[in-house]
């Protein structure tokens, strides 16, 4: 069993209004040294496969055709096996 921890962000040429909200608010409520803020979402899958490069090649497989907008959107994926879970 393997755990696919999925982050995907916006790729840095595409403008992130969030990102651009949350930075306007964090300046306003008084935080300072903060140069950028960008927003993405992560996404958890727990994976039956009996290695590791098939569950990395069924994680690929998963957001190249679901999670994630390549046009737009940038992922890595951090692979846990079950002994590091523990």
Do not use: W
Request: charged fraction near 30%; glycine fraction near 6%.
């Amino acid at each position: 069993m393997y755990h696919a921890r999925i982050y995907v962000t916006l790729k840095k040429s595409i403008l992130d209004p969030k990102g651009k909200a949350a930075f306007g608010a964090l300046k306003n409520i008084g935080f300072t040294g903060i140069s950028d803020v960008r927003i993405g979402k992560m996404v958890d899958l727990k994976i039956d496969a009996p290695n590791e490069q098939e569950a990395r090649e069924v994680a690929r497989n998963a957001c190249e055709k679901l999670l994630v907008n390549e046009v737009m959107e940038d992922y890595e994926i951090e692979l846990i096996t079950a002994e590091q879970q523990v």
